[in-house]
């Protein structure tokens, strides 16, 4: 077996990680940010974070993820091949581990519009598919 490059590793990290705070920021920002504000406004949401600094906290996950995707990819690409379909279907499966179980329970029970929890699995689901190809991408021995 070969030995991790690291230092790809931390580039794919890096890069997955933008990629996947722009995914992020275009799905919360844009495809849901009039509806959040209407949800604020009907007392479905809360008008401020409890977190004040959760946006922060939310791009330094995504990196964090991004690097456990990267790392995911790099251990089971000598098993699968390595290649963007082993990378699909790293972020594919874990990025629905991540994404689907805690949204669907959102969504059945959460008093507010389905949408959101929609829209936050594919957040995760689609985010962890983007970093997991553009980490494999960049990886190399």
Do not use: C, E
């Not at 077996?1 to 990629?19: E, Q, Y």
């Not at 805690?102 to 936050?120: E, G, H, Y």
């Amino acid at each position: 077996m070969a030995p991790v490059n690291t230092k790809r590793v931390v580039l794919g990290t890096i890069a997955g990680g933008v990629v996947w705070t722009v995914w992020s920021l275009l799905v919360n920002a844009v495809i849901l940010g009039s509806r959040y504000a209407a949800a604020q406004a009907t007392g479905q949401l809360l008008p401020h974070p409890r977190y004040p600094l959760f946006l922060a906290y939310w791009v330094v996950t995504l990196f964090l993820l991004s690097y456990v995707f990267t790392w995911i990819y790099v251990s089971v690409r000598t098993t699968l091949g390595p290649g963007p379909l082993t990378a699909l279907r790293v972020g594919f499966l874990v990025g629905f581990a991540a994404g689907f179980p805690v949204n669907l329970s959102v969504a059945t029970w959460a008093p507010f519009d389905r949408i959101f929890p929609l829209w936050w699995m594919l957040d995760l689901w689609v985010g962890s598919m983007l970093a997991a190809l553009v980490g494999g991408w960049l990886y190399k021995d």
